[in-house]
């Protein structure tokens, strides 16, 4: 009889103490859940927390909705205190605060998002001093090439400059006719020809500068 007491007594002692947390928290919990937030605290086990939240479900003391196989507990809503206006306003009050810090943390991410990509796509320290080497040996590499055309001997005069300009010139526009005429010339013997350009310029033995990557200087 002692024995059935104090299961009786257990169960009870769970119930409230369900009731208590699931009114204090006012948010949905599986047994599950309930059962790993409680049992630490109050030593409960989990068959007690599930059929306690069945027995206060039963009695219409909270409530019960189904998912699939799982069940979640909530507070009945029509049980709890109603708030007054002051609290509705202090609570507003409070909903508008933490919306404004929400607002201010979710700026300050994006800017150190912004700032993290930044740094990611930047040089690394060590990477930097390799490249000021390296700059360094191209500044030495290029001062000495430039010492030694200073110091040469050899240098070409403006006058000698202009003379092989002129004298490509000259070779350019030779090119171009003769170029010219070869084109005439050919176009003329290919419209009596039987067979195709490719073939005729085969026989002959022509080769084209197009073959041999050739380009003809733009005129100046």
């Given at each position: 009889?002692?024995?059935?007491?104090?299961?009786?007594?257990?169960?009870g002692?769970?119930?409230?103490?369900?009731?208590?947390?699931?009114?204090?928290?006012?948010?949905?919990?599986?047994?599950?859940?309930?059962?790993?937030?409680?049992?630490?605290?109050?030593?409960?086990?989990?068959?007690?927390?599930?059929k306690?939240?069945?027995?206060?479900?039963?009695?219409?003391?909270?409530?019960?909705?189904?998912?699939?196989?799982?069940?979640?507990y909530?507070?009945?809503?029509?049980?709890l205190?109603?708030?007054?206006?002051?609290?509705?306003?202090?609570?507003?009050?409070?909903?508008?605060?933490?919306?404004?810090?929400?607002?201010?943390?979710?700026?300050?991410?994006?800017?150190?998002?912004?700032?993290?990509?930044?740094?990611?796509?930047?040089?690394?320290?060590?990477?930097?001093?390799?490249e000021?080497?390296?700059?360094?040996?191209?500044?030495?590499?290029?001062?000495?090439?430039?010492?030694?055309?200073?110091?040469?001997?050899?240098?070409?005069?403006?006058?000698?400059?202009?003379?092989?300009?002129?004298?490509?010139?000259?070779?350019?526009?030779?090119?171009?006719?003769?170029?010219?005429?070869?084109?005439?010339?050919?176009?003329?013997?290919?419209?009596?020809?039987?067979?195709?350009?490719?073939?005729?310029?085969?026989?002959?033995?022509?080769?084209?500068?197009?073959?041999?990557?050739?380009?003809?200087?733009?005129?100046?």
């Open positions: 009889m002692s024995k059935g007491r104090d299961g009786a007594g257990a169960g002692g769970a119930a409230a103490v369900l009731l208590r947390y699931l009114r204090e928290q006012n948010r949905p919990y599986s047994a599950q859940d309930a059962f790993s937030n409680l049992q630490r605290e109050h030593g409960l086990g989990k068959a007690a927390v599930v306690a939240l069945e027995q206060l479900a039963q009695q219409g003391r909270i409530r019960e909705k189904a998912y699939g196989k799982q069940k979640i909530f507070a009945d809503q029509e049980q205190p109603a708030a007054s206006d002051a609290e509705l306003r202090g609570l507003d009050a409070q909903i508008a605060a933490l919306s404004g810090q929400v607002q201010e943390l979710q700026q300050s991410c994006r800017q150190m998002e912004a700032e993290l990509k930044d740094l990611s796509s930047s040089m690394t320290t060590p990477e930097v001093a390799k000021i080497k390296e700059l360094k040996k191209d500044c030495e590499s290029y001062a000495e090439k430039l010492e030694r055309m200073k110091s040469a001997t050899n240098h070409v005069t403006p006058e000698e400059k202009e003379k092989v300009c002129s004298e490509q010139k000259l070779y350019c526009r030779e090119w171009r006719r003769r170029k010219r005429m070869a084109t005439e010339l050919l176009d003329a013997i290919l419209e009596g020809y039987p067979k195709s350009k490719k073939q005729f310029f085969e026989e002959v033995g022509i080769e084209t500068d197009e073959e041999h990557n050739v380009v003809l200087p733009a005129a100046v």
